[in-house]
C-alpha cells in the first residue's frame, strides 16, 4: 500500500502562483510513478501531470503545460508541483496519485490505484 499525504492549497489571485506538495509513505520504490489529478466541480477527473519516481521523466496535460512544473524529492518522498500563472479556470480540487507500473504517459484515472484526500486551489480574478 502507498499513502499519500496533499498540502499547500489555498487562494490566489489570478497570475499568482502557488505550490502543492504531496508525501508518499508505505511501499514507495524507484518504479512508481507519481502524478498528480484536478477535478472541479460538476466536471470530470482531470489529468495535470505525472513524474517517474527513479528517473525523473515528465509528462503533463495541455492545459497547465508550460504554466505547471512537477518535481520530486526522493530523500523525502515527496512530489511537488509549481503552479505559476494561475487562472481561474485552474479553480478544482487537486489530487495525488500513485502507480506502480512505469510510464508517465497513461492519463487515465483508473490507472491509477493510490490516491490522497485532495486539496483545494482556488484562483480568483
Known amino acids: 500500500q502507498v499513502q499519500l499525504v496533499e498540502s499547500g492549497g489555498g487562494l490566489v489571485q489570478a497570475g499568482g502562483s502557488l505550490r502543492l506538495s504531496c508525501a508518499a509513505s508505505?511501499?514507495?520504490?524507484?518504479?512508481?510513478?507519481m502524478g498528480w489529478f484536478r477535478q472541479a466541480p460538476g466536471k470530470e477527473r482531470e489529468f495535470v501531470a505525472a513524474i517517474s519516481w527513479g528517473g525523473g521523466g515528465t509528462f503533463y496535460g495541455e492545459s497547465v503545460k508550460g504554466r505547471f512544473t512537477i518535481s520530486r524529492d526522493n530523500a523525502k518522498n515527496t512530489v511537488r508541483l509549481q503552479m505559476d500563472s494561475l487562472k481561474r479556470e485552474d479553480t478544482a480540487l487537486y489530487f495525488c496519485a500513485a502507480k506502480r507500473a512505469p510510464g508517465t504517459t497513461q492519463t487515465r484515472v483508473t490507472m491509477y490505484p493510490y490516491w490522497g484526500q485532495g486539496t483545494q486551489v482556488t484562483v480568483s480574478s
Open positions: 508505505g511501499r514507495t520504490s524507484s518504479s512508481i510513478t
